[in-house]
C-alpha cells in the first residue's frame, strides 16, 4: 500500500515546527486570510458542514451540524470551548498536535470561532501535558502580537481571545459537559441533556465544545475545500440516508505490543490488521496478536480475527465494540491474560468514575471487587454473570446513567468476556478448583468497610 | 499570589470559574493547599468556602494536610503502559523508595504518585515527574530518574 501523504502532521518533523515563523513559511494562516477576506461566517459553516466533518474526539457528531445548532441571531456571548482533556487510554494524537504544530490548532480554533461568532475560546488542557501548556501559550502569546488574535483581527471587525484552563487530572473532565463544570470552577458532574450546549452551555450561554483534531481539520478544510476532504476516506452508506460517512485523514494512535508504536495518519477506513503491519511494523518479539482495543479502551476489544474490521465510524461497531472512539489502537499479543486485561480496564474506570450515578459509581466499584477476587483465586464462574449483567445495565445506552462513561467502562467487560469466555473460565477452574461453582452471595456490605 | 489569581479575573465572566486556576496558583508556590488557603480563595472569588472545598476534593489532585515532595512523579499504570512493564516499574520505585502510591519519602525529596494514562502510550512505560515525561522505562532507568530529582 502506498503511505499515505499526511496532512494533518505535515510538519511535525520540521525543526522548530511550534513557531510561528516556521507555521507561515509553510502557508501558516493563509486560510484564516482567505477566510476573513473572501468569507462570511455562515460560508465557513457551510464548507465545513459539506465536508461532512465528523468530530474526532469520540462521539463522531458532525462538526458543521454542531455549529448550526447555536441560536440564529443570539445577542451572545457564544463561547467556544476545546476540549484537550485528552485522557482515554492510549490516546496521544492531540497532545502530538499540541506539542508539534499547535498553530495549526490555533487557526483551527480561531476560523470555528468566526464561523460561530464566538468571542472567547477557552482550551480545557488536561493536567499531564505540561509541554502542551509551554507550547501553546506561547503560540498564542505570538498570535496576539502578530495580529491574529486580539481587538480586530487581521484589520477585520471580528475579535477573539483564547484563554488556556488547566485541568487537575480527572479523566471526566473529557466528557463535554463534565468539562463544561469543570470549567465553571465546580466539581466535573456531567450535566444532564437537554439542555446541549449549544443552547446552555459554560456559563449558560450557547457553546460549542470541540476537539483538538477536529479543529485542526477545520484548518485544512477552509484551506483545501470540502472536496479535498471528501476525496479521502469511507462514502456515506447510500442504503442509510442518514450516514455522514467516515472522511478525511485521521490519526491513529498506536501503542502496546507493537514493534513501532506512534501516532499515524491515515485515511479514515484503514483495517486494524493494516495499521499494525504496515504502519506500527507488526507484533513486537515476533509474536501473534491476541487481541486490540480499536479506539481507546473504553471501546472494547477486536479480536486476531476481527483486526480485518476497517476502522471507520461504523466498522468497530458491526463486530460489538462501542465505536471507533478515539482511533486509539492498543496491540495485546498472545501472551497477555484477558484476566489482567479487563482488571486494568475495571480500575481505571473504578478510579474514573465520576460518582454522580449510582449505577456507574456502583457498577465500575463492583466489577473491580470482583476481578480483584477472581485474581486472587477466589473467582467463581457465577461472577462471570454478574460481570455481564453489570456491562449490559450501566450507561447512556441502556439509559441509567448521565453521561457516557460507564458504557465506555461496559463495553471492555462485555467484550471480553463474550469473545474470551472460555479463557476466563479456564482460570477460574484453575485457580479456584474447589469453589469455582459456589453460587451463593458473598456478604457485600463487609467489603465496604461502611459497617 | 493574590494578585497572579485576582489578574485571571479578565478572563471569565464569573469569579467561580478562577476556581481551578486559583488552586493551581496556590499548589504550585506551596506544594499543597491548605485549608487557610480554602479560605482566602474563597475571599477573593465571593464564594463560599465550602464550595471551593467542595471542587478541590473532587480532584483528588491536590493534597492538603502536607506538602508534596520536592518532585512529584507519576508513574502510568494504565493498558498501554502495563502492557509494557508499566506495574514492575512502578512497584520497583515502591521499593526503591520505601513509600508506597500517594506517599512521601521521610527526606520530603519524592512523592510517588499512580497516574491514570500520561497520554505518552508511544513511550511506555512512562513518567511524568514534574514538567519531565520520562519515557520507554526500565526499573534501571528509573533508578536512574529517581537520582536525578534533586
Same mark, same amino acid.
Given at each position: 500500500?502506498?503511505?499515505?501523504?499526511?496532512?494533518?502532521?505535515?510538519?511535525?518533523?520540521?525543526? +522548530?515546527?511550534?513557531?510561528?515563523?516556521?507555521?507561515?513559511?509553510?502557508?501558516?494562516?493563509?486560510?484564516?486570510?482567505?477566510?476573513?477576506?473572501?468569507?462570511?461566517?455562515?460560508?465557513?459553516?457551510?464548507?465545513?458542514?459539506? *465536508?461532512?466533518?465528523?468530530?474526532?474526539?469520540?462521539?463522531?457528531?458532525?462538526?458543521?451540524?454542531?455549529?448550526?445548532?447555536?441560536?440564529?441571531?443570539?445577542?451572545?456571548?457564544?463561547?467556544?470551548?476545546?476540549?484537550?482533556?485528552?485522557?482515554?487510554?492510549?490516546?496521544?494524537? /492531540?497532545?502530538?498536535?499540541?506539542?508539534?504544530?499547535?498553530?495549526?490548532?490555533?487557526?483551527?480554533?480561531?476560523?470555528?470561532?468566526?464561523?460561530?461568532?464566538?468571542?472567547?475560546?477557552?482550551?480545557?488542557?488536561?493536567?499531564?501535558?505540561?509541554?502542551?501548556?509551554?507550547?501553546?501559550?506561547?503560540?498564542?502569546?505570538?498570535?496576539?502580537?502578530?495580529?491574529?488574535?486580539?481587538?480586530?483581527?487581521?484589520?477585520?471587525?471580528?475579535?477573539?481571545?483564547?484563554?488556556?484552563?488547566?485541568?487537575?487530572?480527572?479523566?471526566?473532565?473529557?466528557?463535554?459537559?463534565?468539562?463544561?463544570?469543570?470549567?465553571?470552577?465546580?466539581?466535573?458532574?456531567?450535566?444532564?441533556?437537554?439542555?446541549?450546549?449549544?443552547?446552555?452551555?459554560?456559563?449558560?450561554?450557547?457553546?460549542?465544545?470541540?476537539?483538538?483534531?477536529?479543529?485542526?481539520?477545520?484548518?485544512?478544510?477552509?484551506?483545501?475545500?470540502? +472536496?479535498?476532504?471528501?476525496?479521502?476516506?469511507?462514502?456515506?452508506?447510500?442504503?442509510?440516508?442518514?450516514?455522514?460517512?467516515?472522511?478525511?485523514?485521521?490519526?491513529?494512535?498506536?501503542?502496546?505490543?507493537?514493534?513501532?508504536?506512534?501516532?499515524?495518519?491515515?485515511?479514515?477506513?484503514?483495517?486494524?490488521?493494516?495499521?499494525?503491519?504496515?504502519?506500527?511494523?507488526?507484533?513486537?518479539?515476533?509474536?501473534?496478536?491476541?487481541?486490540?482495543?480499536?479506539?481507546?479502551? *473504553?471501546?472494547?476489544?477486536?479480536?486476531?480475527?476481527?483486526?480485518?474490521?476497517?476502522?471507520?465510524?461504523?466498522?468497530?461497531?458491526?463486530?460489538?465494540?462501542?465505536?471507533?472512539?478515539?482511533?486509539?489502537?492498543?496491540?495485546?499479543?498472545?501472551?497477555?491474560?484477558?484476566?489482567?486485561?479487563?482488571?486494568?480496564?475495571?480500575?481505571?474506570?473504578?478510579?474514573?468514575?465520576?460518582?454522580?450515578?449510582?449505577?456507574?459509581?456502583?457498577?465500575?466499584?463492583?466489577?473491580?471487587?470482583?476481578? /480483584?477476587?477472581?485474581?486472587?483465586?477466589?473467582?467463581?464462574?457465577?461472577?462471570?454473570?454478574?460481570?455481564?449483567?453489570?456491562? +449490559?445495565?450501566?450507561?447512556?445506552?441502556?439509559?441509567?446513567?448521565?453521561?457516557?462513561?460507564?458504557?465506555?467502562?461496559?463495553?471492555?467487560?462485555?467484550?471480553?468476556?463474550?469473545?474470551?469466555?472460555?479463557?476466563?473460565?479456564?482460570?477460574?477452574?484453575?485457580?479456584?478448583?474447589?469453589?469455582?461453582?459456589?453460587?451463593?452471595?458473598?456478604?457485600?456490605?463487609?467489603?465496604?468497610?461502611?459497617? | 499570589?493574590?494578585?497572579?489569581?485576582? $489578574?485571571?479575573?479578565?478572563?471569565?465572566?464569573?469569579?467561580?470559574?478562577?476556581?481551578?486556576?486559583?488552586?493551581?496558583?496556590?499548589?504550585?508556590?506551596?506544594?499543597?493547599?491548605?485549608?487557610?488557603?480554602?479560605?482566602?480563595?474563597?475571599?477573593?472569588?465571593?464564594? $463560599?468556602? %465550602?464550595?471551593?472545598?467542595?471542587?478541590?476534593?473532587?480532584?483528588?489532585?491536590?493534597?492538603?494536610?502536607?506538602?508534596?515532595?520536592?518532585?512529584?512523579?507519576?508513574?502510568?499504570?494504565?493498558?498501554?503502559?502495563?502492557?509494557?512493564?508499566?506495574?514492575?516499574?512502578?512497584?520497583?520505585?515502591?521499593?526503591?523508595?520505601?513509600?508506597?502510591?500517594?506517599?512521601?519519602?521521610?527526606?520530603?525529596?519524592?512523592?510517588?504518585?499512580?497516574?491514570?494514562?500520561?497520554?505518552?502510550?508511544?513511550?511506555?512505560?512512562?513518567?511524568? $515527574?514534574?514538567?519531565?515525561?520520562?519515557?520507554?522505562?526500565?526499573?534501571?532507568? %528509573?533508578?536512574?530518574?529517581?537520582?536525578?530529582?534533586?
Amino acid at each position: 500500500m502506498a503511505q499515505f501523504e499526511p496532512i494533518l502532521l505535515a510538519n511535525i518533523n520540521r525543526h +522548530d515546527s511550534h513557531t510561528l515563523s516556521v507555521y507561515e513559511s509553510t502557508g501558516g494562516y493563509r486560510a484564516l486570510r482567505k477566510a476573513l477576506a473572501q468569507m462570511q461566517p455562515v460560508d465557513v459553516v457551510d464548507v465545513v458542514k459539506s *465536508s461532512n466533518l465528523r468530530g474526532r474526539g469520540g462521539a463522531g457528531f458532525p462538526t458543521g451540524l454542531k455549529w448550526t445548532f447555536l441560536p440564529k441571531d443570539h445577542p451572545g456571548p457564544i463561547y467556544m470551548c476545546i476540549n484537550a482533556d485528552e485522557s482515554e487510554p492510549g490516546t496521544f494524537n /492531540n497532545r502530538i498536535l499540541m506539542e508539534e504544530d499547535p498553530h495549526q490548532v490555533i487557526e483551527g480554533i480561531i476560523l470555528s470561532c468566526y464561523a460561530t461568532r464566538a468571542a472567547t475560546a477557552y482550551i480545557y488542557l488536561r493536567y499531564e501535558y505540561p509541554l502542551s501548556l509551554t507550547r501553546l501559550q506561547a503560540a498564542i502569546d505570538e498570535c496576539y502580537a502578530a495580529g491574529y488574535l486580539g481587538k480586530g483581527i487581521l484589520g477585520s471587525q471580528f475579535s477573539l481571545d483564547i484563554y488556556l484552563h488547566r485541568g487537575a487530572a480527572a479523566y471526566i473532565c473529557g466528557e463535554e459537559t463534565g468539562l463544561l463544570e469543570s470549567l465553571e470552577g465546580r466539581r466535573a458532574w456531567p450535566r444532564i441533556k437537554p439542555p446541549f450546549p449549544a443552547i446552555e452551555g459554560a456559563f449558560r450561554k450557547p457553546t460549542v465544545v470541540n476537539n483538538i483534531e477536529t479543529v485542526a481539520c477545520v484548518t485544512q478544510i477552509v484551506n483545501r475545500g470540502a +472536496d479535498w476532504f471528501k476525496s479521502i476516506g469511507v462514502p456515506s452508506d447510500p442504503n442509510n440516508p442518514r450516514d455522514p460517512g467516515s472522511y478525511g485523514p485521521k490519526l491513529y494512535c498506536l501503542s502496546g505490543h507493537i514493534n513501532k508504536p506512534g501516532c499515524y495518519e491515515a485515511p479514515l477506513g484503514i483495517t486494524c490488521r493494516q495499521l499494525i503491519d504496515e504502519y506500527g511494523g507488526g507484533v513486537w518479539k515476533g509474536r501473534k496478536a491476541k487481541a486490540a482495543i480499536p479506539g481507546g479502551i *473504553s471501546m472494547g476489544l477486536l479480536t486476531e480475527a476481527e483486526l480485518d474490521t476497517p476502522l471507520d465510524f461504523a466498522g468497530p461497531g458491526k463486530v460489538g465494540c462501542l465505536g471507533l472512539g478515539t482511533a486509539a489502537v492498543v496491540v495485546l499479543d498472545e501472551t497477555v491474560s484477558m484476566v489482567d486485561f479487563l482488571h486494568n480496564s475495571c480500575r481505571f474506570f473504578q478510579h474514573e468514575s465520576c460518582g454522580q450515578c449510582t449505577p456507574c459509581r456502583e457498577g465500575t466499584a463492583w466489577s473491580l471487587e470482583m476481578l /480483584n477476587r477472581i485474581k486472587a483465586g477466589k473467582g467463581r464462574l457465577k461472577d462471570l454473570e454478574l460481570l455481564l449483567e453489570i456491562g +449490559d445495565s450501566i450507561g447512556i445506552i441502556p439509559g441509567t446513567t448521565i453521561c457516557g462513561l460507564a458504557d465506555g467502562a461496559a463495553w471492555p467487560i462485555k467484550n471480553a468476556i463474550r469473545k474470551f469466555r472460555a479463557e476466563f473460565e479456564e482460570y477460574i477452574k484453575k485457580t479456584n478448583p474447589k469453589g469455582y461453582g459456589e453460587t451463593k452471595a458473598v456478604p457485600a456490605l463487609a467489603k465496604t468497610g461502611a459497617h | 499570589m493574590v494578585e497572579a489569581i485576582k $489578574a485571571l479575573f479578565s478572563r471569565y465572566p464569573t469569579r467561580q470559574a478562577v476556581t481551578l486556576p486559583a488552586l493551581h496558583i496556590v499548589n504550585e508556590r506551596l506544594r499543597y493547599v491548605p485549608i487557610g488557603a480554602i479560605v482566602e480563595i474563597a475571599r477573593l472569588l465571593e464564594l $463560599a468556602p %465550602a464550595q471551593v472545598q467542595d471542587t478541590l476534593s473532587f480532584y483528588g489532585f491536590f493534597k492538603q494536610d502536607e506538602p508534596h515532595g520536592r518532585t512529584r512523579a507519576w508513574v502510568c499504570r494504565s493498558i498501554s503502559c502495563a502492557l509494557r512493564g508499566g506495574e514492575e516499574v512502578l512497584s520497583h520505585m515502591c521499593h526503591t523508595l520505601g513509600v508506597k502510591p500517594g506517599e512521601t519519602t521521610a527526606d520530603g525529596r519524592v512523592t510517588l504518585e499512580f497516574a491514570e494514562c500520561l497520554g505518552a502510550c508511544d513511550f511506555a512505560p512512562c513518567m511524568l $515527574a514534574g514538567d519531565t515525561l520520562h519515557k520507554n522505562l526500565t526499573p534501571e532507568t %528509573a533508578d536512574q530518574a529517581l537520582r536525578s530529582f534533586k
